[in-house]
């Protein structure tokens, strides 16, 4: 069974850094695409960073380019989502994803697996 579980959201102050871990469990995702979606009340679920870990294609939102860096650790099976100069627009709740095959999917539906979320809250 194939399980990505979140951690690392809180509550940080503008301007301060949080790092989120996604540790995937039941498969590795070694040549497919891990990603981060954010998601408010009320709005969409939007997608904040994705990598191709094959072709290390990468995708970022134009709001935290610049800001926020998706990595991973293979000996770990875990992604992380790096989040510097954090904005109270960032507030969401943040989700870990994964998606099968080439190139970096945007849509939500494009997304196989997901993790739970985690809450960042980001006060001004």
């Known amino acids: 069974q194939v399980q990505l579980v979140e951690s690392g959201g809180g509550l940080v102050q503008a301007g301060g850094s949080l790092r989120l871990s996604c540790a995937a469990s039941?498969?590795?995702?070694?040549?497919?695409?891990m990603g981060w979606f954010r998601q408010v009340p009320g709005k969409e679920r939007e997608l904040v960073a994705a990598?191709?870990?094959?072709?290390?294609?990468?995708y970022y939102a134009d709001s935290v380019k610049g800001r926020f860096t998706i990595s991973r650790d293979n000996a770990k099976n875990t992604v992380y989502l790096q989040m510097n100069s954090l904005k109270p627009d960032d507030t969401a709740v943040y989700y870990c994803a994964a998606a099968i095959g080439w190139g970096v999917p945007k849509r939500r539906y494009e997304y196989t697996y997901w993790g739970q979320g985690t809450q960042v809250t980001v006060s001004s």
């Open positions: 990598k191709n870990w094959s072709s290390f294609s990468t």
């Open positions: 039941g498969r590795t995702f070694s040549s497919d695409t």
